[in-house]
């Protein structure tokens, strides 16, 4: 949305005409991309192409494949990468919370394509915390690119869900104007936050990043094709329940009988028909195994066009070799690198850019400017290559026992893995000094 004057009236009077349209179509496409990330909603769209009565007959199986494909596909936050900053900036944020969210971000941003990413003061931890915004709406300024403003949804307070849905606003500092913050109800009426509804930071509080660099808009595509393959996958499975129930047991006709004629049947009853009536049984006429098939290469060229492969059972009820496997992962080690440079390395500045304007308002601290960001790289070793990488490691000393552990177990405290190693090697040394006793005493 362009906003054209910076007066507050003309601000509040644009975004109550926004809040009228606010179910756009833009809206909807990103709760129904949302409903089959969360799982949620599935039946009604797959209910779309089957009769009420088939729906009846079988239950619903789904595969959350849209879930799936966008956690193989976020790599770039699998691991939290390690940062150089000042030492009080930890002391001031929810790094728990950071490192949470940025995972769930990455995620959605494949998603949707497009995501907001808010920084908030917990007035309760003095901490800064964060929060997605998966539905949003910028405000530009004419010629600007980037948002001077945003307004977004929230629906709970805590974990209470509110009566009604409002709206917050935020808006930089522009042209000798404070910015604003304030909020605005489903009718459109302003609430304030603070006195005079000034935005205390001066700057957005709230980053955004893409998929993929804006071309023509400010929001790209997101994973709409994965979405569509998870649809179709649902009702091809919904599809191949039907089949192996009529197959099982029949669909059952009856010819030659009036519509006044009452037939009693039942697996513990004789069917009696009148005279010149007909009674018959058809299964389906498509072929289950065409149906897997047919459902196994919808799935495989999606996720080919997304850097990923699927593993799936063999009909001898093998599966594919981890080798196999990864050489089928190794084009996603590019695209995490690709990512990683153009998107997640330039949004971490600019979120600590924000987080530190935040920390210095609300504390009155000077933060260091200095913020590196140092990403792990992308695993996609088989166990005996990375078992084969470390030993040449080790011989060549370029790691050590401690580091390995700590990278199969991020979680790992340095303390604790020289805990673990000392007792590894007193365990080892027991049995060569019990030896040594025995040779003493005999």
């Given at each position: ?38 799982g949620v909603n599935i039946e009604n769209y ?364 991020p979680d790992m405290l340095p303390e604790d ?26």
């Open positions: 949305m362009i906003i054209q004057d910076l007066s507050e009236q003309l601000i509040i009077d644009s975004l109550s005409d926004y809040l009228g349209n606010i179910e756009t179509q833009r809206t909807r496409e990103r709760e129904y991309l949302l409903d089959f990330y969360e797959v209910g779309e192409y089957f009769a009420s009565e088939s729906l009846q007959q079988v239950p619903m199986f789904t595969q959350n494949l849209t879930r799936r494909v966008c956690k193989a596909r976020g790599q770039a936050y699998k691991r939290p990468p390690r940062m150089k900053v000042d030492e009080r900036y930890q002391d001031f944020a929810d790094l728990q919370d950071l490192n949470s969210k940025r995972r769930q971000l990455e995620q959605t941003t494949f998603l949707l394509g497009t995501m907001g990413f808010r920084s908030l003061w917990n007035p309760r931890s003095n901490k800064v915390e964060y929060e997605l915004l998966p539905f949003l709406e910028p405000l530009f300024l004419p010629g600007e690119k980037e948002p001077f403003g945003c307004i977004y949804a929230i629906e709970n307070e805590g974990m209470s869900r509110l009566a009604k849905q409002e709206f917050i606003v935020w808006t930089a500092d522009r042209e000798g104007m404070p910015g604003k913050h304030f909020g605005i109800d489903a009718n459109g009426d302003k609430f304030s936050f603070n006195e005079g509804d000034v935005n205390p930071y001066g700057i957005l509080p709230v980053s955004f990043c893409h998929k993929y660099s804006p071309i023509r808009d400010f929001f790209v595509g997101g994973a709409e094709d994965v979405v569509r393959a998870d649809l179709a996958l649902s009702v091809a499975a919904m599809e191949i329940s039907l089949c192996i129930r009529l197959g099982a047991i029949g669909v059952k006709f009856v010819t030659g009988v009036d519509d006044r004629s009452r037939i009693s049947m039942g697996v513990d009853k004789i069917l009696y028909l009148p005279e010149g009536a007909n009674f018959g049984v058809t299964g389906p006429s498509a072929s289950i195994s065409d149906l897997i098939l047919g459902a196994k290469y919808l799935v495989e060229t999606t996720l080919n066009n997304n850097q990923l492969r699927v593993k799936f059972i063999d009909s001898h009820g093998n599966a594919e070799s981890a080798e196999a496997l990864r050489v089928q992962e190794i084009d996603n080690y590019s695209e995490v690198q690709a990512n990683i440079e153009d998107t997640w390395r330039a949004w971490e500045h600019k979120r600590f850019e924000i987080d530190k304007r935040i920390i210095e308002v609300q504390t009155g601290q000077k933060l260091s400017d200095e913020y590196l960001v140092d990403f792990e790289e992308p695993q996609i070793l088989s166990p005996s290559e990375e078992r084969e990488m470390f030993t040449w490691l080790f011989q060549n000393k370029l790691a050590t026992r401690k580091s390995y552990l700590m990278l199969k177990n893995a020289e805990a673990l190693l000392s007792e590894v090697d007193d365990s080892e040394a027991q049995p060569e000094q019990n030896r040594l006793l025995n040779r003493l005493q005999g």
